[in-house]
């Protein structure tokens, strides 16, 4: 993850997988557009879990 647009550009169908940990709000986009055709995205976010 990156904040540099022009180096995500670059990874743009790269990954099979992405193992997104990011415990904050964040948009998943760039995610998706790294990802390959037909790759997967697996969120773990702990949260929900903080929360009463």
């Given amino acids: 993850m990156s904040t540099d647009e022009k180096a995500m550009a670059r990874q743009k169908g790269r990954f099979d997988l992405f193992l997104d940990?990011?415990?904050?709000r964040?948009?998943?986009e760039?995610?998706?557009?790294a990802l390959a055709m037909d790759g997967t995205l697996c969120r773990i976010d702990m949260a929900a879990a903080?929360?009463?």
């Fill in 50 to 52: 903080r929360q009463p």
């Fill in 30 to 33: 760039p995610c998706m557009t």
């Fill in 26 to 28: 964040h948009s998943v």
């Fill in 21 to 24: 940990t990011i415990g904050a």
